[in-house]
């Protein structure tokens, strides 16, 4: 063990130091920071609303806060495990060739796991470190947030010290956990050879909690003046129910979507970036929906919430238009940190896209293809997946709000709401693409990105 670390810390503090190396590094810190930060906001929006909720009366609307609070918690658990988990393979994608030559040099799988794992580990803590940094900055600001009719006490957002330390171990797990499976879909041979194990296709069982989301749907429709006759409180936890399982169910069947659109698309490719754009779909779309999957998860939060400016409009009594009103603002302050994430995510995603790929790219390069003709491909490979799959994001959250789509006309600032996201996180993600690019260049003229100068 002695060994691992002296061996490590060289590498560390030796590593190649330029922008462009640095580059992978600060992506994946910055996206742990960014987990640490969402998760301890959220949690003190949560522990708030429980203090107000446990001082109130027992018939007060205060009791429904909490309850709402964890509709917010729903629907970024899935954006946040992912950015998390992105993070991880990030660091485990820029070391594959590094770790191949210690393999080379006489290291042992053991070694060179521990090492990978230890990079995890520092990044991840360092960036849970920041994102509790950045969480006792913001908190004040948060605290301007007017709920129930009064802004917030700094100290009703403030956690203690347990609930913070379990947040940087639940963000260090994380990171271990994805690192550790990530590296084993890589197999590192004695000669010092990084290999991608072969991946699992996509099975069409996916599909299957499509149909069980539709059932329960009609049910719940069918059902609704039962549900919501039973009382607030019982018709928001089917809400919290229905959403989070949406959620879910997006999430689980985006990559299968992905994957039928890559082939459908090399089918009827006419152009060489087309055509590999194509192929680098079908052939890994998990990758390509975690690329796109977040903003296109945030289109579909944002079309669910589109209707709260309809609800506060048609509230009547006072009590009414509050609680509406502060649902409203619960909404745009939850699809603020699902953009944040989001945004994050696939800055994130798209560096660790192209080192994942770069063997590709340096292969294809030396065959003559001009880098223009990768930088196209790459711009295909993320454009055509991401406007299908907002597409459908928009038409689930549009299924989901059907039963009240009224409200859209009551209130057209829903719809614009909706539409300002939409076009804001599709220049998020063509963005964070561009952005990339000098790793694109680097890949395809050989340049290895993250190993030691020396």
């Keep these: 063990m002695n060994a691992t670390l002296a061996i490590w810390w060289s590498l560390a503090r030796h590593t190649h130091g330029t922008p462009r190396d640095r580059l992978p590094t600060t992506l994946a810190v910055t996206a742990f920071a960014v987990t640490t930060w969402s998760v301890l906001t959220v949690a003190g929006g949560v522990q708030a609303f429980a203090a107000r909720a446990a001082s109130a009366g027992a018939d007060s609307d205060a009791q429904v806060y909490p309850l709402l609070s964890w509709v917010s918690v729903a629907l970024l658990l899935v954006p946040t495990a992912t950015l998390g988990a992105a993070a991880a393979r990030l660091t485990v994608a820029r070391r594959d060739e590094r770790l191949a030559r210690l393999r080379l040099a006489g290291a042992t799988s053991a070694q060179i796991g521990a090492m990978a794992l230890l990079d995890a580990a520092v990044q991840a803590v360092v960036g849970a470190v920041l994102g509790v940094v950045l969480d006792v900055v913001a908190v004040p600001a948060i605290a301007r947030l007017r709920f129930q009719g009064r802004a917030f006490d700094v100290a009703e957002l403030r956690l203690g010290p347990w609930p913070v330390l379990t947040t940087v171990a639940a963000v260090l797990l994380v990171a271990l956990v994805s690192s550790a499976v990530s590296l084993r879909r890589v197999a590192i041979t004695p000669l010092g050879v990084a290999q991608r194990l072969p991946q699992k296709g996509l099975s069409w069982a996916r599909v299957v909690p499509v149909l069980v989301l539709g059932v329960g749907f009609v049910a719940a429709f069918n059902a609704g003046s039962v549900v919501f006759g039973a009382g607030v409180v019982v018709g928001a936890l089917v809400l919290v129910g229905f959403l989070a399982g949406a959620f879910a169910v997006f999430n689980l069947v985006g990559p299968l979507l992905v994957s039928v659109l890559g082939r459908v698309l090399g089918a009827r490719a006419r152009t060489v970036p087309t055509l590999l754009a194509a192929r680098r779909m079908s052939e890994d779309p998990k ?7 977040g903003i296109s998860l945030v289109t579909f939060v944002a079309g669910c919430l589109s209707v709260t400016p309809g609800l506060t409009a048609g509230s009547s009594g006072e009590e009414d238009a509050q609680l509406l009103g502060d649902i409203g603002t619960g909404a745009a302050v939850t699809l603020v940190i699902a953009a944040v994430l989001a945004a994050v995510s696939t800055g994130v995603t798209q ?15 030396l065959a003559g293809t001009d880098v223009a003709v990768l930088h196209a491909a790459r711009s295909r490979e993320t454009w055509i997946p991401l406007v299908v799959t907002m597409g459908g994001a928009g038409a689930l959250a549009l299924l989901i709000v059907s039963p009240v789509i009224g409200l859209l006309s009551a209130a057209p600032t829903g719809v614009l709401w909706f539409v300002g996201c939409a076009v804001a996180g599709a220049g998020l993600v063509l963005g964070a693409a561009r952005a990339s690019r000098p790793l694109v260049v680097a890949a395809a003229q050989g340049d290895p990105v993250g190993i030691p100068s020396r």
């Design 287 to 293: 990758s390509t929906w975690r690329s796109v999957g």
């Design 351 to 365: 560096a660790s896209r192209v080192l994942d790929s770069r063997g590709r790219y340096r292969t294809l390069h």
